[in-house]
């Protein structure tokens, strides 16, 4: 494993709360991503950073910020959640250089009531 | 930008059976195709990959084909095992501002019976 965890591993929350997810790596990996999973459309990049404090955004950005304060944590918030972010987060990373495989941590199921 | 279509959805498959998997992707300037395997409650795991530079690679029992000028790259995985039941997903890499982003497919969820 490439020491990459997340937190929480489950979550419920209300409609129009605001909620954050956490990924930590212990590996200095660059780059780190979050995707979120759903039937039928695999796995879809939200945001991604490249570096401590540069990110950009992926196909389904909206209603999702996303923070990298150091190189180990980045962090996905909701502002406030609705019943479509349901889904199942996992966060990657991946080395700097010509290395393209990302490493992914167990995932958050996430569920917006 | 990058679409990324992967057939077929659900594959079932007898125990020794050979599995092919096959996506296209859209975007000619995608140069490194991966593939990742998802078991139950876990995140997904890169098994196999291939840059556009290389037509095929073999790893033991799974191997990736690639045609860079139709645009598709299929895996095949021969004699099939029940621990090879999973779901997979092929990737193409597009580079982006400052970094790389993996577009996936939908992924195949593969049922090896015994």
């Known amino acids: 494993d490439a020491g990459i965890t997340q937190s929480p591993r489950h979550k419920v929350t209300e409609t129009g709360t605001p909620v954050t997810l956490r990924c930590h790596q212990t590996?200095?990996?660059?780059?780190m991503y979050w995707y979120r999973q759903d039937p039928g459309h695999g796995l879809r990049l939200i945001h991604y950073s490249y570096g401590v404090k540069d990110t950009d955004k992926g196909e389904v950005s909206d209603g999702y910020s996303v923070s990298r304060s150091k190189t180990e944590d980045f962090l996905l918030t909701l502002e406030s959640a609705t019943s479509s972010q349901t889904s199942v987060y996992f966060c990657a990373s991946k080395l700097a250089g010509d290395s393209y495989e990302q490493y992914f941590g167990p995932g958050t199921r996430l569920t917006v009531t | 930008g990058e679409n990324v279509e992967q057939h077929p959805s659900t594959l079932s498959v007898q125990e020794g059976d050979s599995a092919v998997i096959k996506c296209t992707y859209s975007d000619s300037a995608s140069n490194y195709f991966p593939w990742y395997k998802q078991e139950l409650g876990k995140g997904p795991q890169l098994i196999i990959d291939?840059?556009?530079?290389?037509g095929e690679k073999k790893d033991q029992r799974i191997a990736v084909t690639l045609n860079k000028t139709a645009k598709h790259f299929s895996l095949h995985i021969t004699e099939t095992q029940p621990e090879d039941s999973a779901v997979y997903f092929c990737?193409?890499?597009?580079?982006?501002?400052?970094?790389?982003?993996?577009?996936f497919g939908a992924g195949t969820r593969l049922f090896v019976k015994a």
């Open positions: 990737a193409a890499i597009l580079a982006g501002t400052g970094g790389f982003k993996t577009i």
């Open positions: 590996e200095n990996h660059r780059y």
């Open positions: 291939i840059r556009s530079n290389v």
